[in-house]
């Protein structure tokens, strides 16, 4: 996955971006700018690598993006027509500076810049007969399986853009890939469709990016949606677009529109916010309740709470206050951590609850630790009922394609019924997003969708080795090491 260990216990999410400047100023003050507005994707490393006349200067480290490019920093940077940049989460034995990206590939033919989102679901196989064939890796991400592959084709093809063809031919899973060769600009999206990847125009320049938020950070104008199976290259002689010959249904993950994006950005023709309002309509409609005001989770529980209000005629309110400069609790390693984040993340507005029945609105009950402590918030502060709405269906089964959810070890859903979760987390009623929903919620998207954690449905192969097999977890063992001594 982007930046992200098909070989981890836990998968992440990601956001990248890459821009080609025809002439005139530097490329670092947009890559810097798109990488703020995607840092809801990614907050563990981030990184950028500027390409000038064919020479690629890359800055990548651990922390998130106003930490790691400081102004001198920034300023220590080459000037160059040529940028991509990502920034990743961290998982469970990944949190080093070799994993963090852009990936910095030397080669016969020149250097390569890599950032990736997503996840492979062959990279196991493919690390393995490369390695086999005298290979040496230096992180455990899948991405640097990307970068080998594609680098060995090149090597062959006439063309990068022929070599990234080429390698996706091999390649399984969800990518969404920004690369930079000595004189080119590739973007590329897996034949699925599971990671969102744009276009944009600024001047006259082309960007690309995960999410539209990114180029409104920078004053581009959004173009069009990279399609399923797409290369687009861009050089001095323009912009072309190359597609694979297999073709199959797109797959956009659903929990983009969930959960993962920001509420401001556009995905395949379809608003978030207004796909997070929508979900919370279905909820009232399938969940209705006598309650006195309704309250959403920070941040994109509030969207579906505003939805949930709107369509019951239960007033809205402010029941949080979100430390901002708080991560993900969703993404976070350990359960301690995980919890240590809900008390430094949420506070609540004791006046806006107190003596209420209240409809508490979030995205989504994956482990049910968090669900649980912000139940016992509002209970603390006075509310007199908690009935909990899930703008998402219960998670039961794993992800392979590059979200937190890799076995259903922690999975609340795959192992208690709707109402042994209700009794767990402390809510008098618990009510979770239909299956139908879901495909309603995109009103307009030009898209299928991915629901295999809901479904246990797949819509591309899965691992053929297993977390949990015997080879596998070898295979873990001997890679947490090689992090553990990094």
């Not at 993006?65 to 989460?89: Q, W």
């Not at 978030?272 to 979900?279: G, K, N, Q, S, T």
């Not at 502060?381 to 992800?399: D, K, N, Q, W, Y």
Request: charged share 25%.
């Amino acid at each position: 996955m982007a930046g992200c260990e098909v070989f981890s216990k836990l998968h992440e999410e990601c956001g990248v971006f890459g821009i080609f400047r025809h002439n005139g100023d530097s490329v670092v003050p947009e890559t810097y700018r798109a990488l703020y507005a995607l840092q809801h994707r990614g907050q563990e490393s981030c990184g950028i690598a500027v390409n000038r006349d064919g020479v690629i200067t890359c800055h990548k480290d651990l922390g998130l993006v106003n930490d790691v490019f400081t102004r001198d920093t920034l300023e220590k940077m080459p000037e160059g027509s040529i940028a991509v940049g990502h920034c990743r989460y961290a998982t469970s034995g990944g949190h080093n500076r070799g994993n963090a990206q852009p990936l910095l590939i030397n080669h016969l033919k020149g250097q390569m810049a890599l950032c990736h989102n997503g996840n492979l679901t062959n990279a196991f196989p493919l690390r393995e007969e490369f390695e086999l064939g005298g290979a040496i890796f230096h992180t455990t991400t899948d991405s640097e399986v990307i970068a080998y592959l594609i680098t060995r084709e090149r090597l062959r093809a006439p063309s990068i853009e022929a070599a990234v063809l080429a390698a996706m031919e091999r390649m399984e899973g969800a990518y969404s890939l920004v690369l930079t060769s000595p004189t080119k600009l590739i973007a590329a999206r897996d034949p699925r469709g599971f990671r969102p990847l744009c276009m944009g125009e600024l001047d006259g320049d082309v960007v690309f990016a995960s999410e539209t938020c990114a180029l409104d950070a920078i004053g581009a104008t959004f173009v069009r949606d990279i399609e399923p199976g797409e290369v687009v290259r861009v050089s001095k002689e323009g912009v072309q677009s190359y597609r694979l010959d297999k073709q199959y249904p797109s797959s956009l993950c659903v929990f983009e529109f969930i959960y993962f994006a920001r509420p401001d950005s556009v995905i395949e023709g379809a608003s978030v916010h207004e796909a997070r309002l929508r979900a919370g309509a279905y909820l009232a409609l399938d969940h209705p309740v006598d309650a006195d005001i309704v309250v959403g989770v920070p941040d994109s529980g509030i969207d579906a709470a505003l939805g949930y209000a709107r369509q019951s005629g239960i007033p809205y309110g402010v029941g949080f206050i979100k430390n901002r400069y708080i991560g993900r609790t969703f993404i976070q390693p350990t359960q301690k951590q995980r919890a240590d984040q809900v008390r430094l993340k949420l506070n609540v507005l004791a006046n806006t609850v107190r003596g209420k029945r209240v409809v508490l609105v979030d995205d989504s009950i994956v482990r049910g630790t968090t669900a649980a402590r912000i139940v016992r918030l509002l209970r603390e502060a006075g509310a007199t009922e908690v009935h909990m709405r899930l703008s998402a269906p219960p998670f039961i089964s794993p992800c392979y394609f590059g979200t937190d959810i890799d076995s259903v070890e922690g999975l609340i859903a795959y192992h208690h019924t709707v109402e042994e979760i209700r009794q767990i987390i402390g809510v008098d009623t618990l009510g979770y997003l239909s299956l139908a929903a879901c495909d309603k919620l995109a009103a307009g998207a030009k898209c299928g969708f991915c629901k295999g954690c809901f479904t246990g449905e797949y819509p591309a192969p899965i691992p053929k080795e297993e977390p949990g097999s015997a080879k596998f977890e070898r295979y873990l063992s001997r890679k947490t090491d090689i992090e553990e001594s990094a």
